[in-house]
């Protein structure tokens, strides 16, 4: 098995963000990596606030996600977001 079959897509972090942020930090990285097929947003795991507003976002703007898959196993904490 290769190394590193995982794809990079450009990646958001938003530890250590309000939910007050989340909305214009995720429009200004989607828009900077419109180009990209998709996008990573880590939204980590603690109250699930953060989680919630950004899963908020994605739906207003339509844009469908699943949450990050490694080695068969879900993480919760990690969204995939398809831009094409």
Request: one cysteine or more; hydrophobic letters at 30%; proline letters at 5%.
């Amino acid at each position: 098995m290769p190394r590193n079959r995982h794809k990079k897509y450009p990646v958001l972090d938003l530890h250590g963000y309000t939910t007050d942020e989340i909305f214009n930090l995720m429009d200004q990285h989607i828009t900077k990596y419109s180009h990209s097929p998709k996008v990573k947003i880590i939204v980590g795991k603690g109250t699930g606030a953060v989680k919630k507003k950004a899963v908020e976002y994605l739906k207003l703007g339509n844009y469908p996600w699943k949450y990050e898959t490694i080695y068969g196993k879900i993480n919760e904490g990690c969204l995939i977001v398809e831009l094409n």
